[in-house]
């Protein structure tokens, strides 16, 4: 059972920065990582992912502006988001699966592995 536990919320005006951190129990470099967000009524949304192989994905509304990377040597994924906006206003949740699982749709997939999340706020 892989437990994450993410940190590096806060609240930031518009265009600001924030980097959040997830770290699992265990080594990470089976694990396909992704990060998603939930609004208030809204549905969850993948925002990012990569893979140890080197796949990277991201949802269209943040590209150029959150970049995903992670580091297996300490079981650790991140997200830079720069450049924020009041609409990335959300709890932010950091997920996990192995990677033959998740590699066909990562930012769509259903994750076995979550975090308790996050949360980010951006005022304008």
């Known amino acids: 059972q892989v437990q994450l536990v993410e940190s590096g919320g806060g609240s930031v005006q518009s265009g600001g920065s924030l980097r959040l951190s997830c770290t699992a129990s265990e080594s990470n470099s089976r694990y396909y990582m992704a990060w998603f967000r939930q609004a208030p009524g809204k549905e969850r949304e993948g925002v990012a992912s990569?893979?140890?192989?080197?796949?990277?994905f991201y949802a269209d509304s943040v590209k150029g502006r959150f970049t995903i990377s992670r580091d297996d040597a300490k079981n650790t994924a991140y997200l830079q988001m720069d450049n924020l906006k009041p609409e990335d206003t959300a709890m932010y949740y950091c997920a996990a699966d192995f990677y033959w699982r998740a590699r066909l749709s990562p930012l769509r997939y259903q994750y076995t592995y979550w975090g308790q999340g996050t949360q980010v706020t951006v005022s304008s």
């Open positions: 990569s893979s140890s192989q080197g796949d990277i």
